[in-house]
């Protein structure tokens, strides 16, 4: 299976992929998790994606196709991936299709998990990570045990502010690429409002549609 979550920030994409690919035995490739990771680590990579993140602006193209093109190269993907949060861009859409093509691959599923954007502020807000198992938590939807409340990490971007701004990057840059994956016929819409248990259920219906 090769297939690419779409949605909002804060739609849940790497709350359900954490869930699916233990199931679909395929590796879960987060852009922003990679590019928090290059932060952290401070490669040349990371320094140069650092100010745009805290700001809510998109990295630029060249940057991230590159790592993501990398990525998906290596062995562990080779039988198949999940892609969070890439692409982000008519460009980097059109870079995946002619690597993908290149090397002979085609892409089974586009998932877009659709949740209105007055609903996206909250789930930001209140989105704490932990740094230990990787886990996404929710303030109040999916709150933490007290054992491992006090390591939960609020990551810089998930600010009212940061959240509104990387919002307006998604209905102008990303939102435009959802078209492409339908005349493909691959793309499958899915409602993000409810429980994570329900979104899950109706992903994994969406996957064998
Ligand atoms: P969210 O899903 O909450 O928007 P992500 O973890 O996917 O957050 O991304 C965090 C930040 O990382 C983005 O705001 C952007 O700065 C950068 N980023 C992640 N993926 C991409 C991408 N494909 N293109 C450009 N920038 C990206
Ligand atoms: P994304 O990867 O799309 O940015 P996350 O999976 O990180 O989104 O989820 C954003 C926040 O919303 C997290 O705090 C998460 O716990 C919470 N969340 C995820 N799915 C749901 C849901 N179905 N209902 C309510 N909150 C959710």
């Keep these: 299976m090769r297939m690419i979550l779409i949605g909002p920030p804060g739609a849940g994409k790497g709350t359900q992929a954490a869930r699916l690919v233990d199931q679909l035995r395929i590796p879960h490739i987060s852009s922003g998790d990679m590019l928090r990771a290059a932060v ?9 994606a650092d100010g745009y993140m805290k700001a809510g602006k998109l990295v630029p193209d060249e940057v991230v196709i590159g790592m993501i093109l990398e990525r998906i190269a290596r062995p562990d993907a080779a039988g198949g991936f999940m892609l969070d949060g890439f692409p982000r861009t008519i460009p980097q859409a059109e870079a995946l299709s002619a690597a993908m093509t290149r090397a002979g691959y085609t892409l089974d599923r586009v998932v877009l998990i659709e949740v209105p954007d007055e609903l996206i502020v909250e789930r930001g807000v209140g989105r704490r990570n932990d740094p ?10 999916d709150p933490p045990p007290p054992e491992v409340a006090a390591r939960l990490v609020h990551r810089k971007d998930d600010t009212e502010e940061a959240i509104q701004q990387r919002l307006v990057k998604y209905h102008g840059e990303t939102a435009p690429i959802v078209p492409l994956y339908e005349a493909q016929g691959v793309l499958r819409r899915v409602d993000g409002v409810g429980t994570p248990d329900e979104v899950t259920a109706r992903l994994t219906a969406a996957l064998a549609s």
Excluded: D, S
């Design 132 to 141: 230990v198992t990787g886990r996404i938590y929710h303030l109040t939807f």
């Design 40 to 48: 952290k680590e401070g490669t040349a990579l990371g320094v140069e």
